[in-house]
């Protein structure tokens, strides 16, 4: 198994849909884990152009809920990938994801409303 860390940021919340039940956000995911492969002599990093990711393993990691998603590509997909000396990898995007969330509005306007973000990973 390879252990797998994770951090988001979210950018900003564009738009909130009680008609639709759910929310648009653009995220900044970054994902880092260690592949003895990609060792080599040196005390920095290399940055890579991001078509190269799919020429690397990478997790599968999806959001739970999500109805529709894009990777932003102005004007080339932001995608970053740094490959340190010891194998580990440094793997950054760009997300805009719409997710659902289903809403309780029966008390409005005096209600409130809680919508989750959630990552997972397949395992094969």
């Given at each position: ?31 880092r ?7 080599f ?18 997790p599968?990691?999806?959001i ?18 740094r ?37 997972e990973s397949?395992?094969?």
């Amino acid at each position: 198994p390879v252990s797998v860390g994770m951090s988001m940021d979210i950018a900003s919340i564009d738009t909130i849909s009680e008609i639709n039940m759910d929310y648009t956000a653009t995220i900044f995911l970054r994902q880092r884990w260690t592949d003895e492969r990609l060792c080599f002599d040196g005390n920095k990093s290399l940055s890579l152009d991001g078509r190269l990711v799919e020429m690397l393993w990478v997790p599968d990691t999806f959001i739970v809920d999500s109805k529709r998603s894009f990777l932003h590509d102005v004007t080339v997909e932001n995608r970053l990938i740094r490959i340190y000396p010891n194998g580990t990898v440094l793997y950054a995007i760009r997300i805009t994801t719409t997710v659902s969330c289903s809403m309780d509005l029966t008390k409005y306007p005096m209600d409130t409303q809680t919508c989750t973000l959630q990552l997972e990973s397949c395992k094969t």
